[in-house]
């Protein structure tokens, strides 16, 4: 089970994810109160090691936005929020992560997703397409034909995770306003969700 850290946007946070033994990080270039430049993405990902992939995470981008970014920040994954067809998701040159809604309808496309990875999240609120702090009944998930490559969001954070990951079983976990204090990442609060996680899988592998 790997465990994803999504919308960073400082150096000191990025190494802290890095140094806490994360399998993902997660840069937000959609609207959102996480969103960061280019830039700033680029002096991020110089620092990190290679051990940890690379996620840009976008939402109905241009196509060709997203391979230059790709090119520019040697991007490892591609995380998709939007409506991207198969079409369009088949000319990205690296995997993707197809997000879906926690509805009947987003767990139907789920199944119909060729994506390496399916990431579930809440259902949306407002014009938000992820990122908002809520949780959903996890029960739906059981038995989906998709949980091998399943990433489980929306709402998950320390005190959450380890019912969650026991519920769900999923392929991965995915974590960003849960590990905030007052809208900010918090290098605790990373640390011990991942703690958290490694813990249970290592139980898990026993």
Same mark, same amino acid.
């Given at each position: #089970?790997?465990?994803?850290?999504?919308?960073?946007?400082?150096? *000191?946070?990025? &190494?802290? +994810?890095?140094?806490?033994?994360?399998? #993902?990080?997660?840069?937000?270039?959609?609207?959102?109160?996480?969103?960061?430049?280019?830039?700033?993405?680029?002096?991020?990902?110089?620092? &990190?090691?290679?051990? =940890?992939?690379?996620?840009?995470?976008?939402?109905?981008?241009?196509?060709?936005?997203?391979?230059?970014?790709?090119?520019?920040?040697?991007?490892?994954? +591609?995380?998709?929020?939007?409506?991207?067809?198969?079409?369009?998701?088949?000319?990205?040159?690296?995997?993707? =992560?197809?997000?879906?809604?926690?509805?009947?309808?987003?767990?139907?496309?789920?199944?119909?997703?060729?994506?390496?990875?399916?990431?579930?999240?809440?259902?949306?609120?407002?014009?938000? /397409?992820?990122?908002?702090?809520?949780?959903?009944?996890?029960? #739906?998930?059981? *038995?989906?034909?998709?949980?091998?490559?399943?990433?489980?969001?929306?709402?998950?954070?320390? *005190?959450?995770?380890?019912?969650?990951?026991?519920?769900? /079983?999923?392929?991965?976990?995915?974590?960003?306003?849960? +590990?905030? &204090?007052?809208?900010?990442? *918090?290098?605790?609060?990373?640390?011990?969700?991942?703690?958290? +996680?490694?813990?249970? /899988?290592?139980?898990?592998?026993?």
């Amino acid at each position: #089970m790997f465990i994803k850290i999504c919308g960073i946007s400082s150096i *000191d946070t990025a &190494l802290a +994810v890095a140094d806490a033994n994360a399998d #993902m990080i997660g840069f937000v270039f959609a609207p959102s109160k996480r969103q960061l430049s280019i830039p700033q993405a680029e002096e991020i990902t110089k620092k &990190l090691p290679h051990t =940890i992939q690379k996620v840009g995470v976008f939402v109905d981008e241009p196509l060709e936005n997203i391979l230059s970014i790709i090119e520019k920040l040697n991007l490892d994954i +591609v995380q998709l929020h939007g409506d991207e067809t198969i079409a369009y998701q088949k000319k990205i040159p690296i995997p993707i =992560i197809k997000a879906f809604p926690a509805t009947t309808e987003g767990l139907q496309q789920a199944n119909q997703s060729s994506a390496k990875y399916i990431l579930i999240d809440s259902p949306p609120v407002q014009s938000s /397409r992820g990122g908002n702090g809520v949780t959903f009944n996890w029960n #739906m998930l059981k *038995d989906q034909p998709f949980t091998d490559k399943l990433i489980l969001a929306g709402g998950l954070n320390t *005190d959450n995770i380890l019912e969650a990951i026991q519920t769900v /079983r999923p392929a991965g976990v995915d974590v960003s306003s849960g +590990v905030e &204090l007052n809208g900010k990442k *918090d290098v605790q609060k990373i640390n011990q969700f991942i703690t958290k +996680v490694q813990k249970e /899988r290592k139980d898990v592998l026993q």
